[in-house]
């Protein structure tokens, strides 16, 4: 059985990026950074974006091993020209550079809501923008966008995080109707909250918004409504991103793959 636009020459149970360029934003950590080594042991030639300068420099020394390379590209996604420009010839595109903050809406500052739509929605759009031209020139692309439960569902407190995830959404779904007959895949991977520090940043800021002790954040109100009561590991999502750009997943696109421990069974 031959499956439909899969990788040239790979096995259908194995992800052979070998000869794919991937760009991977927020690669420094977390993630991110579990993206951009799983990509890399697959044998792409990963492009790195962050602001973190000395975060790429560890990630490619850290990957200097594997069957790829990482290439450190340190870059502000607020430059939305550069990060068009910086997607241009990709295969491979994930975006998942982020930011968090928690405020009531009536408190929230709206040059951080402006900030926080131009990094985790318009950016997006940029480098999808970016990156189409390649892949449409050559029949094949895999757009991965790193949503969120919060694509899915709604927290008080988080209203720029929350309208950035629902747009992108949104957004990928697009992007896989209009990529389909370019042999051009998009999807969301929408996890729960992640072992980050972003996620271990949200506890203070959680704390004083919901005015409990910071050891009570995480079990009442960062885990309240998953069924699996853990953080999820960022190599657990990055070994969802490499599902979606492997050949049996050529036929799964403009959906959502859901990793929130049982939150949206509810």
């Known amino acids: 059985m031959t499956v439909p636009n899969a990788l040239p020459g790979t096995h259908a149970n194995l992800l052979d990026l070998s000869g794919r360029t991937a760009l991977v934003t927020g690669a420094a950590g977390g993630i ?3 993206c951009t080594l799983r990509l890399a042991a697959a044998g792409a030639k990963v492009r790195a974006v962050d602001m973190d300068a ?7 020394e850290q990957a200097q091993d594997l069957a790829g390379t990482v290439e450190p590209h340190v870059l502000d996604l607020t430059d939305l020209d550069a990060a068009e420009h910086a997607a241009a010839g990709t295969d491979v595109l994930v975006n998942n550079a982020g930011l968090q903050l928690v405020r ?4 929230f500052p709206p040059d951080v809501f402006h900030t926080v739509l131009t990094v985790m929605l318009e950016a997006p759009f ?7 031209p390649h892949m449409y020139g050559q029949g094949w692309g895999r757009i991965v966008n790193v949503s969120s439960v919060h694509g899915l569902r709604a927290s008080a407190f988080k209203s720029a995080y929350v309208a950035a995830k629902h747009g992108l959404e949104g957004l990928s779904k697009t992007a896989a109707l209009e990529g389909a007959p370019h042999g051009v895949t998009s999807n969301c991977v929408n996890p729960a909250y992640v072992r980050t520090p972003l996620v271990e940043r949200q506890l203070a800021d959680q704390a004083q918004a ?3 002790p910071e050891e009570r954040v995480l079990t009442e109100v960062l885990l309240q409504d998953s069924a699996v009561k853990r ?3 960022p190599e657990e999502v990055a070994e969802a991103v490499a599902y979606l750009c492997g050949p049996h997943a050529s036929f799964v696109t403009g959906t959502s793959l859901v990793l929130d421990g049982g939150w949206t069974a509810h």
């Not at 000395?54 to 490619?60: D, F, S, Y």
């Open 54 to 60: 000395p975060g790429l420099a560890a990630l490619a």
């Open 126 to 132: 940029r480098l999808i923008r970016g990156a189409l």
């Open 231 to 233: 953080l999820i590991e």
């Open 104 to 107: 009531p809406i009536e408190e």
């Open 32 to 34: 991110g950074r579990a």
């Open 210 to 212: 919901h005015g409990i």
